[in-house]
């Protein structure tokens, strides 16, 4: 799993998973309970992963859908 975005905005978080869930693509959001451990201030970013063997279509998706600006620098 590798990560592509990272955000404390979960509209974003809500958006991106619409768009991956749409193409098919898993993925999972990481960090999305720590608001208990922060207490809910929404400082701590979400982190949303893809499979390794995904990684290239899910950012290409999400330029494409207009979330470019907010992927992660590529990994490779």
Do not use: H
């Amino acid at each position: 799993m590798q990560e592509i975005v990272r955000t404390n905005d979960p509209v974003l978080v809500t958006a991106i998973e619409a768009v991956l869930k749409g193409a098919g693509i898993p993925y999972q959001v990481f960090d999305q309970n720590m608001s208990v451990m922060e207490g809910s201030i929404g400082i701590l970013p979400r982190r949303i992963l893809v499979p390794d063997d995904q990684v290239a279509q899910a950012r290409q998706l999400l330029q494409d859908a207009g979330f470019g600006n907010e992927l992660r620098a590529d990994a490779d």
